[in-house]
């Protein structure tokens, strides 16, 4: 997949601008606050997921503006394709001239993945967000996905709530059974789902920390659970923490709970890491992530990296510069000298919503 042009109506602080990219490496480079992660934002849409950023549709539209307007042209399955994404108070579509009710209907359509600086928290924060990195990647290609984890999420609020309940009504303990049930019939679906989603990243993520480090550092994901590897250890689990979990009224076990454990050189990256060790980490799952889509779907994302070259010393900028092969790439940055090492590509700089090739 490549995208070859973008055209940008009223998006976010951009009037009109037209872009023509390189099919490889392309740096966008510029001070703070002057529309780089919104280029970025544009291209991200067309994934038909919201805003990584977290923006609210009509934030996306220019101020002094009602709508906005973004079209890709793109090459994809052999033929030259286009997407046009209207955008008021609400997004919608439209994809090679057929007509979307809302943008989310053409996600699984363009693929792409984006690191930005809140991607760090993958490594250096709490359990969640390494578990909002394997769902969020595991519901784009597994539809399946999707509704075992709300299954799973409804049986879990209903143990609770009979947990916060039992002090009033010790008989509601005979129902807590049918619940962890499901618990166990939907959890260790989510743990195989995971399990294999690590396994799979795995065959990519030592060669891709390899080439950032330069060879001179090793790096490990595994996926920790707290309720066994399939049903009757999760039933096991659950029936084993019942005291405990009706004195703290919640769940301590299952996927909600879960951990990926991320090592460097066999020791903790959280805990020990450098902060640009911890940023290869996050940015080597990404980009991890981003094979592993390309060996499900047969289709290869376009990464696109938000200030991923800070903190990172020459040997790691140059990996990322001109080592990425095979896939479309569109970076930000602030300082251009970080981007003297580029070999091949395209460079663009941007000052107040206006760009220009350098």
């Not at 995971?194 to 595994?222: C, P, T, V």
């Not at 994302?301 to 938000?306: E, F, G």
Request: hydrophobic share 35%; glycine share 6%.
């Amino acid at each position: 997949m490549i995208f070859k042009r973008l055209e940008l109506q009223n998006f976010r602080n951009f009037d009109n601008e037209v872009l023509e990219f390189d099919n490889g490496m392309n740096i966008i480079y510029g001070q703070n606050a002057q529309g780089k992660t919104n280029i970025l934002e544009s291209l991200w849409l067309f994934t038909g997921a919201k805003s990584f950023r977290g923006s609210k549709d009509s934030e996306l539209v220019k101020f002094d503006a009602v709508k906005a307007k973004i079209k890709l042209d793109f090459y994809d399955d052999g033929r030259d394709q286009d997407c046009v994404i209207n955008i008021e108070k609400s997004r919608n579509a439209v994809l090679n001239g057929v007509e979307y009710s809302s943008a989310s209907a053409i996600a699984g359509k363009i693929y792409a993945i984006v690191f930005s600086p809140n991607d760090l928290n993958i490594v250096k924060d709490g359990p969640v967000h390494r578990r909002k990195f394997m769902d969020t990647c595991l519901c784009q290609l597994y539809p399946k996905y999707i509704s075992t984890s709300r299954r799973y999420l409804k049986a879990l609020d209903q143990r609770n709530s009979i947990l916060k309940n039992l002090k009033f009504n010790p008989n509601m303990e005979e129902f807590i059974v049918d619940f962890e049930k499901e618990l166990a019939v939907t959890g260790s679906e989510i743990i195989g789902y995971r399990k294999r989603y690590i396994e799979a990243i795995n065959k990519f993520l030592s060669k891709i920390y390899n080439g950032l480090s330069d060879g001179k550092e090793e790096i490990s994901a595994e996926y920790e659970t707290t309720a066994g590897d399939n049903e009757a250890e999760f039933l096991v689990a659950l029936k084993n923490s019942r005291y405990e979990d009706m004195q703290t009224l919640s769940t301590s076990v299952g996927p909600h709970r879960d951990d990926l454990i991320i090592k460097i050189n066999g020791i903790s990256a959280r805990s020990f890491g450098s902060q640009g060790q911890k940023r290869s980490a996050a940015l080597g799952l990404k980009l991890s992530e981003s094979a592993v889509i390309s060996e499900v779907t047969g289709k290869t994302p376009v990464a696109l990296l938000d200030d991923v070259m800070s903190e990172l010393d020459t040997s790691r900028q140059n990996y990322i510069l001109n080592h990425i092969k095979g896939w479309q790439v569109f970076l930000t940055c602030c300082d251009i000298s970080n981007t003297e090492g580029l070999k091949n590509g395209k460079i663009f700089e941007i000052e107040n919503g206006k760009l220009k090739q350098k």
